[in-house]
């Protein structure tokens, strides 16, 4: 059976664009867990229905809901995903409040069967204990996604290796779970430490899984947070106007990121002068490409070469996270 992916996205009309511009193969092969922040934009939905329509999904509330003390927020997306054909269905945590997963779970089968189930790593020998509390909840339609969060600091066989060890002493697979995932992420939280111009940084959290899966005797499908950092936090409109004009391009083991200056200042740039600069430095990479039918190159292409229009960070930002799903569902077996 084919490897998944499941890329942990969130609810921003960027997110939608990429998604829905996957090719047939990607989408086959992506499973798309979606965060919500402590607001959802009101062009989500709307782009989502228009965009990825049909794609099976599962949502994510704990974020919002340790927001706002409150569902409603999660179960208005929850049914609007539904009712607009989306197979979707919800993300229980062992880590989140009982309010939360008492909510989470009162949606369980409504559009899909099933649930995904979030544990932390550390957590997974409690996992079918915790479980079988709900007598209702069969394993065989639980999808479990371990978490084995920030992986960037820690050298990527070593930390494979003690995922393998921890994730075979819990004996998970004495139950029969729909599936078993493990989700980690390496994506730096901004470009602050890195030095003008061109970056290396590892996808380490793509080493630690290759390393795992290969010591585990079932299916360890993949999840990361794309290419960037995990963190819902939504960055001030002051801090976003003085931020660097950057592009993280994902390929094969690592991603190659192009450090820009801000678009204000004595020494600031233009945005578009800037990104046609990354989109050109980027199709002279002797890397670029490499992945059949993906839109994000296509866009690439068509900003280096296009003098009218060269996008914005909302437009960047769906190209290269579409770029990174194409390039992880075209690498996974």
Known sequence: MPYRYIPVVRTKAGEADALGNLSPAARAKTFPLVRLGA???QTFLPKMTLQAAGMPLALDGVYNFDAT???????????????NGFPVIPVISYRATQAYNIAAAQTVGRYSPGFLLQ???????????????????APNQIDVLID??????????????YIAHTINAANITAQPWRSITLHSWSAPKDVGQLNPGRNQVSRH???????????????????????????????????????????RYAVDDHWIIHKGVSTTGPNGIPMGIQYRGHARTLIAEPLFGGVAGCWGDTRVQHYASTPAGT???GQ????????????????IP
Do not use: C, K
């Open 316 to 331: 960047w930002a769906a190209l290269l996270l579409n770029r990174h799903i194409s390039l992880v569902a075209d690498r």
């Open 39 to 41: 607001t959802v934009p």
């Open 205 to 247: 959290d793509w080493l630690v899984w290759m390393r795992s899966r290969n010591l585990v005797d079932f299916q360890l499908d993949y999840s990361d947070s794309g290419h960037v950092h995990p963190s819902l936090d939504e960055v001030p409109g002051y801090a976003m106007a003085n931020a660097t004009v950057s592009v």
């Open 148 to 161: 084995a969060a920030g992986v960037a600091e820690h050298d990527p066989n070593l930390m494979g290796n």
């Open 69 to 83: 003390g409150s569902a409603v927020v999660f179960n208005s997306l929850f049914d609007g995903l539904g009712q």
């Open 311 to 313: 996008g914005g960070r």
């Open 119 to 137: 544990i932390p790593l550390a957590d997974l020998p409690n996992l079918a204990a915790w479980v079988a509390q709900v007598p209702q909840w």
